[in-house]
């Protein structure tokens, strides 16, 4: 029982190791998935708020550059200066003259050139009548920060080589910090329009509104591909609404918003966004802790199947540890019996010299019977000894199995009688000639016809028939006694293996006859088997086949 329980422990403790590695392989990967999913969304949010800022950068710069021209505009002529500005910059969308006393000379309210202009002149009707204040002239906390200087910096020097253009009409863009004046990003039905104005010396304001579109099309060359084919970025204006977008967005499967970023303080409630057409938004990590976990499931499972096994092979070994214990005890008792009852006569012929004829016959004929199970023990042993390793050797020689199966039944009958048995001799062919070792297939039929006289006495007939089946020829020893157990039915043909009832137990035997006679009818090309008998009983089936086989050698 102790020897049971301990590989069971074993492998008990084993399962829990097994799970316990599982469970903190498990844990630990989803740690370490949750770090790589926060390093990767930090990792997207930097890249996402450097684009932010190369929008916010690209814009200040096309604002300042706008301002600095502005700066140079002076009378006379200040109206016309900029209406030939605006007509020949695409980013000019309107421009305006505004004198002190709340008083838009340009352009004129009340006489309109056109629907533009009237829509300019409501647009900031608030402003130019003085309800809303102008925008305060730059202070030095406008100024931008030290990483948006850097960035406007390493710009400058990507464009080493200044243009024609560039060094000689455009004034420099700092210009605009020394005059007075300012921008004002202005929203007017939920849009963003953006004005830059001056003061000169007498008070009068002048300036632009900028064309958002001109301005939205500059932006759309420096937004980056997005790093990911499934992935897409899009700048948001302040309704939230896509103003342009770089990288696929499909319209009938709406991508996920993975984050979005403000733009900066040059285009007020506008927002960069970072879109995903994946199914994992997140990014794909997903795989890490699905292959991950498969490879830990893999290492519980191989755990637990090698601990099943070492469970199995320590299984098979006590098992084979208790039938070897019970087969040195049943061999021990098999040859004790008939060595007993040997010495016992032999003492009783010696101690009574004058003992009368028929007794001494008796005698020595149970002398002589003991010898003979002795004889068939140890021949059964040693066959036992040579099918396991190989070396046991055949004599195959042309036989009549119909002569050889009616002298052995034949010679069992005295026996069958004196138990009570009678034997039923169903023999359906003449001569059935076949090239076998006749040795063993007497054997093999000596051993059932024993059988059934061990355990089935109680059936009172014992059948042996015999038939031939297309190429084989099959001899069935039948017996009418309490048959085998469906679960014992292979089982009885393993070494060793007795049933463990009243019956078996009351009748000498060590459980190798059966295993032994289907080895030897295997070697013969063969075989043995059992089928239940019609209603009670048992039926040993032996086959044979007709045409000869050379005996097969197992290693
Ligand atoms: P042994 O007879 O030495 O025990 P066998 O290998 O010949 O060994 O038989 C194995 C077991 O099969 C027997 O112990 C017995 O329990 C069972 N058995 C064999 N033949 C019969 C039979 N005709 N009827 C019932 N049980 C049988």
């Known amino acids: 029982m102790k020897l049971v329980r301990t590989p069971m422990i074993a492998w008990i403790l084993l399962l829990f190791a097994?799970?316990?590695?599982?469970?903190?392989?498990?844990?630990?990967?989803?740690?370490?998935?949750a770090s790589l999913l926060r390093m990767a969304g930090e990792a997207r949010r930097v890249k996402l708020e450097t684009e932010a800022a190369t929008i916010n950068l690209t814009v200040t710069?096309?604002?300042e550059s706008l301002a600095g021209e502005l700066a140079t505009l002076s009378d006379p002529g200040l109206l016309n200066k900029l209406?030939?500005?605006?007509?020949?910059?695409p980013l000019i969308r309107n421009v305006f003259l505004w004198a002190p006393g709340s008083k838009l000379i340009f352009p004129n309210p009340s006489q309109p050139a056109s629907s533009e202009e009237q829509d300019f002149c409501n647009r900031y009707a608030s402003l130019f009548?003085?309800?809303?204040?102008?925008?305060?002239?730059r202070k030095e906390s406008d100024l931008p920060s030290d990483q948006f200087q850097a960035r406007r910096e390493l710009t400058q020097l990507a464009k080493t080589v200044p243009t024609a253009e560039s060094s000689s009409s455009r004034p420099p863009a700092t210009s605009i910090t020394t005059a007075a004046g300012g921008w004002l990003p202005w929203f007017w039905e939920d849009s963003l329009h953006l004005?830059?104005?001056?003061?000169?010396?007498d008070g009068r304001r002048f300036g632009i509104e900028l064309e958002m579109a001109a301005l939205l099309s500059r932006l759309v060359t420096i937004l980056p591909p997005p790093a990911h084919d499934d992935q897409s970025l899009a700048l948001l204006d302040d309704r939230g609404n896509i103003v342009h977008q770089s990288g696929r967005i499909d319209p009938s499967e709406p991508a996920a918003q993975v984050m979005t970023v403000p733009v900066g303080d040059s285009l007020p409630h506008w927002q960069l966004g970072l879109y995903s057409n994946a199914a994992d938004p997140q990014g794909k990590t997903t795989p890490y802790l699905l292959v991950g976990g498969l490879l830990t499931l893999t290492l519980v499972c191989t755990i637990l199947l090698g601990g099943s096994l070492l469970l199995w092979q320590a299984r098979q070994g006590l098992r084979d540890a208790r039938r070897k214990t019970?087969?040195?005890?049943?061999?021990?008792?098999?040859l004790k019996t008939p060595l007993t009852s040997i010495r016992m006569y032999v003492e009783m012929l010696e101690e009574s010299p004058q003992i009368g004829e028929e007794r001494r016959m008796r005698y020595l004929k149970t002398i002589g019977d003991e010898a003979r199970r002795l004889t068939r023990l140890v021949n059964n042993l040693l066959d036992f000894s040579r099918l396991e390793q190989g070396r046991k050797s055949y004599r195959l020689a042309q036989t009549d199995l119909h002569q050889l199966v009616e002298r052995v039944a034949t010679s069992q009958l005295p026996r069958l009688?004196?138990?009570g048995l009678s034997l039923q001799l169903n023999l359906d062919r003449d001569e059935v000639l076949i090239d076998t070792d006749s040795d063993a297939v007497e054997q093999v039929l000596l051993n059932l016809i024993d059988n059934a006289i061990k355990y089935a006495a109680e059936g009172k007939i014992v059948k042996v028939s015999m038939q031939s089946k297309g190429d084989q020829v099959e001899i069935t020893v039948s017996d009418q006694g309490?048959?085998?157990?469906?679960a014992q039915r292979e089982k009885v043909f393993e070494m060793f293996h007795r049933i463990d009832n009243a019956l078996t137990s009351h009748q000498q035997g060590c459980g190798l006859g059966l295993s032994i006679a289907r080895q030897l009818l295997r070697d013969l090309g063969g075989n043995l088997r059992y089928t239940p008998g019609q209603g009670l009983g048992s039926s040993f089936i032996i086959s044979l086949p007709l045409t000869a086989q050379p005996p097969e050698r197992r290693p």
């Open 18 to 33: 097994a799970m316990t590695i599982g469970g903190m392989a498990i844990f630990l990967l989803q740690q370490q998935q």
């Open 61 to 63: 710069e096309t604002r």
């Open 83 to 89: 209406e030939n500005w605006r007509l020949s910059n």
């Open 129 to 137: 009548s003085g309800q809303h204040p102008w925008a305060l002239p």
């Open 195 to 201: 004005l830059l104005w001056m003061q000169t010396a």
């Open 326 to 334: 019970g087969f040195v005890a049943n061999v021990s008792h098999e």
């Open 417 to 419: 009688q004196t138990l």
């Open 482 to 486: 309490p048959g085998i157990p469906a």
